[in-house]
Nanobody, 126 residues
């Protein structure tokens, strides 16, 4: 099972940009699809973006489409979430997650991921 650790969160002004990173270890990284989720205070965890094992397919929540980009570097065991045009409603703890390519179900469902990081806080405020 792969282990993941997020980094790159912080405080940013509305309209700003931030890049989150997720480092994976412990297993064969390329056999995992990867995803980013977020959870704001008092709200449920929600899907943000996902990427297939090869990087050839990506999926986004409607709320971030056109502003966020997910990517991966299998040679470095890394996944990234580039965020632009950030809004106050993007404020949340962001989690990186991994799911085996053999897992069925939607990439947007947190239940299909079996490895989670501790999360990194993103705060969008002036």
């Amino acid at each position: 099972q792969v282990q993941v650790v997020e980094s790159g969160g912080g405080l940013v002004q509305p309209g700003g940009s931030l890049r989150l990173s997720c480092a994976a270890s412990g297993s064969v990284f390329r056999i995992y699809a990867m995803g980013w989720f977020r959870q704001a205070p008092g709200k449920e965890r929600e899907f943000v973006a996902a990427i297939s094992w090869s990087g050839g397919s990506t999926y986004y929540a409607d709320s971030v489409k056109g502003r966020f980009t997910i990517s991966r570097d299998n040679a470095k065991n890394m996944v990234y979430l580039q965020m632009h045009s950030l809004k106050p409603e993007d404020t949340a703890v962001y989690y990186c997650a991994a799911r085996p390519i053999t897992m069925s179900g939607s990439a947007s469902s947190f239940k299909t991921y079996n490895s989670w990081g501790q999360g990194t806080q993103v705060t969008v405020s002036s």
